[in-house]
């Protein structure tokens, strides 16, 4: 099943979706633009150029992402985007749905990831339990080095008198922040896997096709 299938949805309404997420991206970052909010110009274009990330893969590789999961690509990147409009400040629900949505995608990332190297080694073989906790590991990691840009970002504003496009917004935040990132771990690990079993077959291949090559030179 793929993740269109689960949500109800068929490709092209997916792709519909998916083409409006990245209108409004374009149109956010123009607006920072325009208005020197450069915070959300900044990341409304970072957003954007991520949402491109499944058709480079198309046309460099020739891997054919399913629609749901560029959709699910473009919600997370877009609800981090419009968050930088005032919207993580006022709303603190805001901000945990954003969070384990955008975890969620990192989750998807870091099992596909794990199961690539597993079925490309024979050296590596794990148990489910053992997969999942690494699921939940991985997003917490990946959630530290997020702060970590952060607070690298406020730094770098404030000796440039500049606005940062990343902000601290508190201990508090933080630790709201870490937790949300896990439930996203737990819920991938749980539900999601099965729905990124065809871009792990790809990083399989990608992995297999690098020894092939290192084995002609």
């Not at 749905?97 to 870091?110: M, N």
């Amino acid at each position: 099943m793929t993740l269109g299938d689960a949500l109800g949805l068929s490709d092209d309404r997916e792709r519909l979706l998916t083409r409006g997420l990245q209108a409004a991206l374009a149109a956010l970052s123009a607006y920072g633009a325009a208005t020197g909010d450069w915070g959300a110009a900044v990341n409304g274009a970072s957003a954007l150029a991520v949402t491109f990330l499944p058709a480079l893969l198309r046309r460099e590789y020739g891997y054919v992402m399913d629609p749901g999961i560029v959709l699910w690509i473009a919600v997370a990147v877009f609800l981090n985007a419009l968050g930088f409009l005032g919207l993580y400040q006022r709303f603190q629900w805001y901000d945990e749905i954003t969070h384990t949505v955008s975890g969620t995608l990192v989750a998807g990332v870091g099992y596909a990831s794990f199961r690539a190297v597993e079925d490309h080694s024979e050296a590596v073989a794990a148990p489910p339990s053992v997969r999942a906790a690494f699921v939940v590991v991985f997003v917490l990691a990946a959630g530290v080095v997020w702060e970590l840009l952060e607070f690298a970002s406020e730094l770098l504003a404030g000796a440039l008198a500049a606005e940062a496009p990343l902000v601290v917004y508190g201990i508090d935040d933080i630790a709201t922040d870490m937790v949300f990132n896990g439930v996203a771990g737990v819920l991938v690990a749980l539900w999601g896997t099965d729905y990124v079993g065809g871009f792990a077959a790809f990083l399989r291949d990608r992995l297999a096709g690098g020894d092939d090559a290192s084995a002609e030179r």
